[in-house]
C-alpha cells in the first residue's frame, strides 16, 4: 500500500503483545469497488452461483410444500400420498439437488441452509439476493478475500448469516478496540488508528461526535490497487464526546464462516489461536476496507518461521553447490595456474 499513514496503522496492528504467547498479524486494505477487467469473470461466476442458491431455495419451497401436502392426504387414501411424493420427487434434478463440490469454499444445497437467509426465500444479510445492488456488494466482498487470500476461492461461499454478519460501526469499533486493548494496547493508538481509517472511509457521521476519533486537518494522499485503484478523501469529525454512529451510507459485515476448516487454512501452517475479519462499505466513495486481526500461536509461529528459515537457506545452498562455472570462473583460473 503506497499511503504511509495506512502501513503506519498495519505495522501497529502486527506486535507481539507482552507478557502472552500470542502473535498478532491485522490489517487495514483498501479496495476500490470500480471494477477492472479482470473482476468481470468472478462477478459472472458469482451471478450464476446467486442464481443457483435462489432456485435450490425456490426448489426446496417446493419440495416442502408437497411434504405437508401428502401429510394432509394421508388419511384419505394410500394412492393420493403416493402421487404425491412422486410429483415431490420429479422437482428433483440428478444427483438429489447437490451441486459437485470443487474445493474447500462449495457451496452447499439450499436445504442445508434453510431459515439462515432471513425471512424472505432470498434474503441475505447483503439484502434480497435477485436486487443488483445486493449482488454487487456480495462481489465486492469476495473479490477482496480472493485477492487477499489468493490461495483460496471464495466464489461459492453462501451469502448467509452462517458466514456474514452484518453489524453497526459501533460494535466494529468496540470489538476492535475491546480486543487491542486486551493486548495491552493504549486508548490514544486505538484513536489515532480509527482518525486514520476515517480519513480514507469516512466511517463517521459529520455531524456526530466520537470518543474514538480526533479531528484531521491533512488531506489523504491516494494510492493504486490491481483490485482498488484508490483515490485518498478525507471525511470530516467533529470534535466532541458522543457515541461514534457510522454514517448512512456505510455497510459493515463481519466475516466469519461456520466452516472452521476454512479459518484454518487462510493461515496455514501457522497456528490460529483466534481471528476476525471486517469489511467497512462506503457506497459513496466506492470503496472497501479490509480490517482484521489474527492471534497465532507464538511458539508454534516461531518454530513455522525458523524452518521456513532454514528450508531457504538450504536451497540456497544446494543452488551454489551445483551452480555450473562461469567464463569468468575460467578465466580467473587460467590466470591463477
Not at 479496495?31 to 462477478?43: E, Q
Not at 466464489?155 to 470489538?175: A, D, V, W
Not at 470503496?287 to 531457504?312: C, D, E, G, I, P
Not at 551454489?320 to 580467473?332: F, H, K, N, S, Y
Request: aromatic letters at 8%; glycine letters at 8%; proline letters at 4%.
Amino acid at each position: 500500500m503506497e499511503e504511509v499513514d495506512i502501513e503506519l496503522v498495519n505495522q501497529e496492528l502486527n506486535f507481539e503483545p507482552h507478557g502472552s504467547n500470542l502473535v498478532v498479524k491485522g490489517g487495514c486494505d483498501l479496495f476500490s469497488i470500480k471494477k477492472v477487467k479482470d473482476d468481470h469473470r468472478l462477478f459472472k461466476t458469482i451471478e450464476a452461483h446467486l442464481d443457483q442458491i435462489i432456485e435450490d431455495n425456490e426448489l426446496s419451497k417446493s419440495v416442502d410444500h408437497d411434504r405437508t401436502n401428502s401429510f394432509s392426504l394421508y388419511g384419505s387414501s394410500a394412492g393420493s400420498v403416493a402421487t404425491v411424493g412422486q410429483r415431490r420427487n420429479s422437482h428433483i434434478p440428478p444427483g438429489g439437488g447437490e451441486r459437485s463440490r470443487h474445493n474447500s469454499m462449495s457451496h452447499q444445497p439450499a436445504t442445508a441452509h434453510r431459515g439462515s437467509f432471513g425471512d424472505g426465500d432470498d434474503e441475505s444479510p447483503f439484502g434480497p439476493l435477485r436486487e443488483i445492488h445486493t449482488r454487487k456488494t456480495f462481489a465486492y466482498l469476495i473479490g477482496i478475500l480472493n485477492t487477499t487470500f489468493p490461495d483460496h476461492d471464495f466464489s461459492n461461499l453462501q451469502p448467509t448469516t452462517e458466514n456474514f454478519h452484518r453489524i453497526s460501526t459501533e460494535e466494529l469499533m468496540t470489538k476492535f478496540n475491546n480486543v487491542l486493548l486486551s493486548l495491552g494496547k493504549r486508548q490514544d493508538q486505538l484513536s489515532w488508528i480509527w482518525d486514520t481509517i476515517n480519513v480514507y472511509m469516512d466511517i463517521i457521521a459529520s455531524n456526530q461526535g466520537s470518543p474514538f476519533l480526533a479531528p484531521q486537518s491533512s488531506p489523504a494522499g491516494s494510492r493504486k490497487n490491481s483490485f482498488a485503484g484508490q483515490e485518498g478523501r478525507r471525511g470530516s469529525v467533529s470534535n466532541g464526546a458522543g457515541v461514534p454512529q457510522g454514517a448512512d451510507h456505510i455497510q459493515v459485515y463481519s466475516f466469519q464462516p461456520s466452516d472452521d476448516s476454512i479459518l484454518e487454512d487462510l493461515m496455514y501452517p501457522h497456528r490460529t489461536m483466534w481471528q476476525n475479519y471486517w469489511f467497512i462499505y462506503n457506497r459513496k466513495m466506492k470503496r472497501v476496507s479490509f480490517l482484521y486481526l489474527v492471534a497465532l500461536n507464538k511458539m508454534h509461529y516461531t518454530q513455522s518461521a525458523s524452518a521456513s528459515h532454514q528450508n531457504l537457506a538450504d536451497a540456497g545452498s544446494v543452488l551454489e553447490e551445483d551452480a555450473p562455472m562461469t567464463d569468468g570462473d575460467d578465466i580467473i583460473g587460467d590466470m591463477e595456474m
